[in-house]
T-cell receptor
Framework: EAQVTQNPRYLITVTGKKLTVTCSQNMNHEYMSWYRQDPGLGLRQIYYSMNVEVTDKGDVPEGYKVSRKEKRNFPLILESPSPNQTSLYFC????????????FGSGTRLTVV | AQSVTQLGSHVSVSEGALVLLRCNYSSSVPPYLFWYVQYPNQGLQLLLKYTTGATLVKGINGFEAEFKKSETSFHLTKPSAHMSDAAEYFCAVSDPSAGNMLTFGGGTRLMVKP
């Protein structure tokens, strides 16, 4: 089944403790992206990747890192999480760089206390 | 820079009634336009998209949307609401000259009354 898999689905952590949210897709998509969803703000892009070893900042990249060493994986790293990073995070991938519809993961609900 | 405005964060309709969810965008170039649906505790699912060609686009679950360039709008409609349509709907725009970055609206939660 074609899908984007995120782990974990739920995570509660403390301020400053490094964490990684994994994202993997099995559709051979070149394009992958991370979004955060907050009430009333819709989805805002954090980082995106056009292909392996090619990443770039989205609208809200502060406090986040990403890497794209393999085509299928695009982990999101929070080196020192803070409470304002409490949010619902989505990974998405797309076959074509422009105009392609995204396939979204099921989301990761992160709480930083 | 592009932006998306969804009028009405909450819309309530009766089962069987017309569904109309409004989306207006701003973009310096002809954009690509999308509607996504999010059911509780799930990710977003593509409903339909407009890239080029026919301005009336049909999607899944009986939804359709019309691209109106003069009004910079891409409103989503469905003739007859079903209880299963209750979800949050997001309009999004992509600037073809700026890679594949999607800019999303704030979302509209659709409630369907029996």
């Amino acid at each position: 089944e074609a899908q984007v898999t995120q782990n974990p689905r739920y995570l509660i952590t403390v301020t400053g403790k490094k964490l990684t949210v994994t994202c993997s897709q099995n559709m051979n998509h070149e394009y992958m992206s991370w979004y955060r969803q907050d009430p009333g703000l819709g989805l805002r892009q954090i980082y995106y990747s056009m292909n392996v070893e090619v990443t770039d900042k989205g609208d809200v990249p502060e406090g986040y890192k990403v890497s794209r060493k393999e085509k299928r994986n695009f982990p999101l790293i929070l080196e020192s999480p803070s409470p304002n990073q409490t949010s619902l995070y989505f990974c998405a991938s797309s076959f074509r760089a422009v105009g392609g519809g995204y396939t979204f993961g099921s989301g990761t609900r992160l709480t930083v206390v | 820079a592009q932006s998306v405005t969804q009028l009405g964060s909450h819309v309530s309709v009766s089962e069987g009634a017309l569904v109309l969810l409004r989306c207006n965008y701003s973009s310096s170039v002809p954009p690509y336009l999308f509607w996504y649906v999010q059911y509780p505790n799930q990710g977003l699912q593509l409903l339909l998209k407009y890239t080029t060609g026919a301005t009336l686009v049909k999607g899944i679950n009986g939804f359709e949307a019309e691209f109106k360039k003069s009004e910079t709008s891409f409103h989503l409609t469905k003739p007859s609401a079903h209880m299963s349509d209750a979800a949050e709907y997001f309009c999004a725009v992509s600037d073809p000259s700026a890679g594949n970055m999607l800019t999303f609206g704030g979302g509209t939660r659709l409630m369907v009354k029996p």
